[in-house]
Every structure is written in structure tokens, then in C-alpha cells.
């Protein structure tokens, strides 16, 4: 089992969910985040006066897939989430060792 975390834009979500129903996936969470990459956030003005805004709204997803579904997933997200500027997120994938759905105890793919 694979878990993919992806750190998108915010506007983005809905598309990416849509391109994850599309292949097959059974849930997944969302969080909602604040952080940085290389862009180093933005400048605004407000009143008259520019302040930094260091810390951008994103969308943090977070999902748990078989490993024969995890390229299409990343695949998915990356597609539907790609703007082609600066700051559209980053994905990570990890490998996860067990799972264990706490009302059955079922255990493995059975659990998600």
C-alpha cells in the first residue's frame, strides 16, 4: 500500500478529487494548509501599505491506495493539478506497512 500526500492549490481541489472518483479511489482527506516553497510568498497592499504574506493558503490531500493504483493516482492528482506556475505544490509518496480499520479490525487492503 502506498500513502500519497499532495500539497496543492486551493482552487484546484475539486478537479483533483474528480480525476481521483474517475480512477477508482475510495476516499481520501483533505486539510487545509499554510506554508512555502521556493516562491517565498508574495507581497500585498492593503490601506496603502505592502506587508509579506510569507504563508500561502493551500490544500493539503492525503490518500491510501493499493500499489498497482498508486502511478495512476499521481498521475491524476499532477494532471489536474498542474496551473503552470509557480506554487502549484508537490506530491509525496510513501510506502505503508499496515492498515487496520479500527470497527472490524480488518486488516490490509480489506481496511481501506
Known sequence: MKKI???IKPF???EV???LND???NGLTVLEAKGFGRQKGHTE???GAEYVVDFLPKVKIELFIEDN???QAIE???QASNTGHIGDGKIFV???DEVIRIRTGERGIEAL
Open 45 to 47: 497592499l492593503y490601506r
Open 5 to 7: 500526500e499532495a500539497i
Open 23 to 25: 480512477i477508482g479511489l
Open 76 to 78: 491524476a492528482i499532477q
Open 94 to 96: 510513501s510506502t505503508i
Open 69 to 71: 493504483l498508486a502511478e
Open 12 to 14: 484546484k481541489l475539486d
Open 17 to 19: 478529487k474528480t480525476a
